[in-house]
């Protein structure tokens, strides 16, 4: 049953998944505390590991052309089981929504508004969250192309900003480190981010390209978006070499040290409004698919009608997640990796085994 039936093109997809990415350039300190200078190493390393959970999405949107992910588990695993898979999924989703938001919450108030209290944050970037989310997978993705093209080029007018300030002596000695930390760095990036790129899954039918080019645009988006994730730590390690490890938001403090005339201020303060737009992008496409489950597994017509009520939830929710910033980057190096690698990885390798042993596929057919 489709209950959104608003499209999204070839191009708007690709830049979808660039800007959905892009976004996550706030959590490298999860990494980064890791493997330190060596991190964009790493960030390579969880790049091709990415490759593997792009291609297992990849294949699973192909064979199901016009079905979500509530719709593939009830065709692959029968209305139980499928909805106990799907239950698994709308908990994923809407832990991705809360921590996003929280995550914003927390940068604003330490970025821009010290003085204004979380709830007032949060609750206000929900509200235009809710407008969008509103209008559906259209109004979500509309603007994907100029945020990521806006996020790219105050990238690439930071490096060259940040030329006197960096060293390539930071980026030395190399593999100094023992072996776990480089796996452990690679399973942090590979899942935050890049496995999280399972939620477009669940706007498989709103897609409007052919099956023998999905992986194209998909693969497309997956590296301009990990590209500039791993181009922003080079960046980062190059002007603040061992210290950087010292920091929650890397990025933001390299762009601290980059002074452009007095009319424009400091840069880092356009680099917060960047990443507070890229983020209210990642969050409104990750609420939309919340809402848009829960609509799908219970079978209701409009999802328009639980917008506001699963936004309460996630607000509700972001404010228990964890209660202070070392422990949010504790759980996030160590924990959270494997809780995702379930959502990411297992779930959907076994779901797509099952359905090559049942034969199972869609019998719809995208033009």
Aim: aromatic share 16%.
């Amino acid at each position: 049953m489709k209950i959104d039936n608003g499209k999204v093109s070839a191009s708007q997809f690709m830049f979808t998944v660039a800007c959905f990415i892009q976004a996550s350039t706030l959590l490298t300190a999860f990494f980064i505390s890791v493997t330190k200078q060596d991190s964009w190493i790493v960030s390579i390393f969880g790049f091709l590991v990415g490759m593997i959970f792009l291609w297992l999405y990849t294949t699973l949107m192909k064979n199901f052309p016009n079905k979500n992910l509530v719709e593939i588990n009830d065709l692959v695993f029968g209305p139980v089981v499928g909805k106990i898979f799907s239950l698994v999924y709308i908990y994923f989703f809407l832990t991705l929504s809360a921590l996003n938001l929280k995550d914003l919450g927390d940068f604003v108030g330490m970025a821009i508004m010290p003085n204004t209290p979380t709830i007032v944050i949060l609750v206000s970037f929900m509200c235009i969250c809710a407008w969008a989310v509103r209008g559906g997978i259209e109004v979500v993705t509309r603007y994907s192309l100029f945020f990521t093209f806006i996020a790219s080029f105050i990238m690439i007018v930071t490096f060259f900003l940040a030329f006197n300030d960096i060293d390539f002596n930071n980026f030395l000695p190399m593999f100094n480190q023992p072996v776990m930390k480089y796996v452990q760095g690679t399973h942090i990036i590979a899942t935050i981010p890049f496995g999280e790129i399972v939620v477009f899954l669940m706007v498989t039918p709103n897609i409007e390209i052919p099956s023998n080019k999905l992986g194209k645009y998909f693969t497309l988006g997956f590296a301009v978006g990990g590209t500039s994730l791993t181009l922003i730590v080079l960046r980062d390690i190059a002007v603040l070499g061992n210290i950087i490890t010292l920091f929650t938001f890397p990025s933001f403090e390299t762009l601290r040290m980059i002074r452009l005339s007095r009319a424009l201020g400091r840069m880092e303060v356009l680099f917060a409004v960047i990443l507070i737009i890229l983020l209210f992008f990642k969050i409104s496409f990750l609420y939309y698919v919340s809402v848009l489950a829960i609509s799908q597994i219970f079978k209701l017509n409009s999802y328009k009608n639980i917008v506001l009520g699963v936004g309460e939830i996630i607000v509700i929710y972001s404010f228990n997640l964890y209660y202070s910033m070392v422990q949010h980057m504790e759980h996030g190096s160590i924990i959270t990796p494997f809780q995702w690698l379930i959502y990411e990885f297992l779930l959907p390798l076994i779901t797509l085994i099952v359905a090559k042993i049942r034969n199972v596929s869609s019998s719809e057919e995208r033009n």
